[in-house]
């Protein structure tokens, strides 16, 4: 038995881990696509000034974030006492009346929700994180070279809906009632409707 949970737990991290690479080159993909655009679109409409190298290098610079979360932290201990942290944090307690295996199981979900959580968590706040050091660059190059356009305004108007979509993804549907809870309560509805 010991030797199956073991194999299980291993078998997640592998799948986490694939999902997580998935995810790079996926945004690798990404970048081949909408970087061309971009290009295309400045040299379009202001080919005078040729802003598309600061998204490039603002995009490198999300890729190369995403590289390091994913193939550098994965082997550091940081990222993983982290987690675990949260995870401790989110999950608590469990009732003690549960048999073992039960317990293992039901421990189980709740770590793995709980880790998942704890991602969306961390996802947000780096996205925030991005944004609040990437928009004094968008209103330095800005004003230094089109002083006269202040295009700035509408990046950030594209970043806070952005951040609002995400805030809303990670904590707002809580806050509008239609979190965890909801979900829990309407796929227990779902499963009685189906019994």
């Given at each position: 038995m010991q030797s199956k949970y073991i194999e299980h737990q291993l078998h997640l991290k592998a799948a986490q881990k694939i999902k997580d690479i998935k995810g790079f080159y996926t945004h690798c993909i990404a970048s081949f696509l909408i970087l061309p655009f971009l290009v295309f679109i400045n040299l379009?409409?202001?080919?005078?000034?040729?802003?598309?190298?600061?998204?490039?290098?603002?995009?490198?610079?999300?890729l190369l974030i995403h590289w390091v979360n994913v193939f550098a932290f994965s082997k550091m201990d940081m990222k993983q006492a982290w987690k675990d942290k949260k995870v401790k944090n989110i999950v608590g307690n469990v009732d003690p009346n549960i048999t073992d295996d039960n317990n293992k199981y039901i421990q189980e979900q709740y770590y793995l929700k709980a880790k998942k959580q704890a991602e969306e968590i961390k996802g947000f706040y780096v996205h925030l994180i991005v944004y609040v050091f990437s928009f004094p660059l968008i209103v330095f190059v800005n004003l230094k070279f089109v002083p006269g356009f202040h295009?700035?305004?509408?990046?950030?108007g594209g970043m806070l809906i952005a951040l609002f979509f995400h805030w809303l993804g990670v904590f707002g549907f809580e806050v509008l009632g239609l979190g965890k809870k909801w979900e829990d309560r309407k796929m227990k509805q779902f499963m009685n409707n189906n019994s």
């Amino acid at each position: 038995m010991q030797s199956k949970y073991i194999e299980h737990q291993l078998h997640l991290k592998a799948a986490q881990k694939i999902k997580d690479i998935k995810g790079f080159y996926t945004h690798c993909i990404a970048s081949f696509l909408i970087l061309p655009f971009l290009v295309f679109i400045n040299l379009q409409t202001v080919p005078q000034f040729h802003w598309f190298w600061y998204a490039i290098m603002a995009w490198c610079i999300g890729l190369l974030i995403h590289w390091v979360n994913v193939f550098a932290f994965s082997k550091m201990d940081m990222k993983q006492a982290w987690k675990d942290k949260k995870v401790k944090n989110i999950v608590g307690n469990v009732d003690p009346n549960i048999t073992d295996d039960n317990n293992k199981y039901i421990q189980e979900q709740y770590y793995l929700k709980a880790k998942k959580q704890a991602e969306e968590i961390k996802g947000f706040y780096v996205h925030l994180i991005v944004y609040v050091f990437s928009f004094p660059l968008i209103v330095f190059v800005n004003l230094k070279f089109v002083p006269g356009f202040h295009f700035f305004w509408f990046a950030l108007g594209g970043m806070l809906i952005a951040l609002f979509f995400h805030w809303l993804g990670v904590f707002g549907f809580e806050v509008l009632g239609l979190g965890k809870k909801w979900e829990d309560r309407k796929m227990k509805q779902f499963m009685n409707n189906n019994s």
